[in-house]
């Protein structure tokens, strides 16, 4: 029976993420506390991992109680705290000094800032495509790249690929459940260069897209929509939750049904 097996938010955007029990919806269909917040530099653009790959060195640890951040640049033992609000100032000059160009955090509490706009809602793989997908690469392991593709929700209890019964023709939708949740399939999501990366250090691994492309490719179950895949480097899907689901939990355990 499939089940949800994990659940990660991203408290700010292109950081390190949190693994929760439970995580509530938002009336725009995004998580309580998932990129909800972002770096901007001077000209209103993300810092990210696409841009910059000191983002990859950059360790930090949330506490959603007190809504504190806890920085580290990695192979440092210093470490920095910061509450969100009050300490805006001096986590934006830290940050800052870190990049070497002035940047500022920005929240958006309502909708946060996820990748993409229109399926908006969380990110979901299987435990059994990661393991597998984990396998086309020697020396990545399966937490390594659950770490390097940043997906919310987690399955278990299902085959590898079974995640891609969730989207259907352009412009349609798959309905699914979780716990009390309903869901909205949308699109096998387009992966960028960060999977390409070491999670920690921010190293290229060799012709990472070359090799995972073919492997989809030959993976793809023969059942699956071929017609949404105009490239084969995708995984994991996008989705959205309607505005009637929220306030309702998603909860470590959950039961996942298809409707």
Avoid at 218 to 223: F, G, V
Wanted: proline share 5%; glycine share 6%; net charge neutral.
């Amino acid at each position: 029976m499939p089940y949800l097996a994990g659940i990660s938010l991203y408290p700010i955007k292109s950081l390190d993420g949190i693994a929760v029990n439970q995580a509530k919806v938002l009336p725009s269909g995004a998580l309580c506390n998932d990129r909800e917040f972002a770096i901007l530099d001077t000209q209103g653009r993300f810092v990210n991992g696409k841009r910059n790959d000191k983002v990859h060195l950059l360790r930090s640890t949330w506490d959603v109680s007190t809504q504190t951040i806890c920085l580290q640049i990695q192979g440092t033992l210093e470490k920095r705290e910061f509450e969100i609000e009050s300490d805006r100032i001096q986590l934006e000059t830290w940050l800052s000094e870190y990049f070497g160009f002035a940047v500022t955090l920005v929240k958006n509490s309502t909708t946060g800032f996820p990748d993409d706009n229109i399926a908006s809602g969380p990110t979901v793989i299987s435990t059994a495509t990661l393991e597998t997908v984990a396998s086309w690469f020697p020396g990545i392991s399966v937490p390594e790249m659950r770490q390097r593709l940043r997906t919310n929700l987690e399955i278990n209890g299902v085959p590898p690929f079974w995640e891609d019964r969730l989207f259907a023709n352009e412009g349609e939708v798959v309905k699914f459940q979780i716990g009390e949740v309903i869901f909205e399939g949308i699109n096998p999501c387009q992966r960028c260069i960060v999977p390409t990366r070491n999670s920690l250090t921010g190293e290229s691994y060799a012709n990472f897209q070359k090799v995972f492309t073919e492997k989809r490719r030959e993976t793809l179950p023969n059942w699956v929509n071929s017609s949404r895949f105009n490239h084969f480097y995708r995984l994991s899907i996008n989705t959205k939750i309607p505005a009637i689901e929220a306030g309702k939990v998603l909860q470590m355990g959950d039961e996942i049904k298809l409707l």
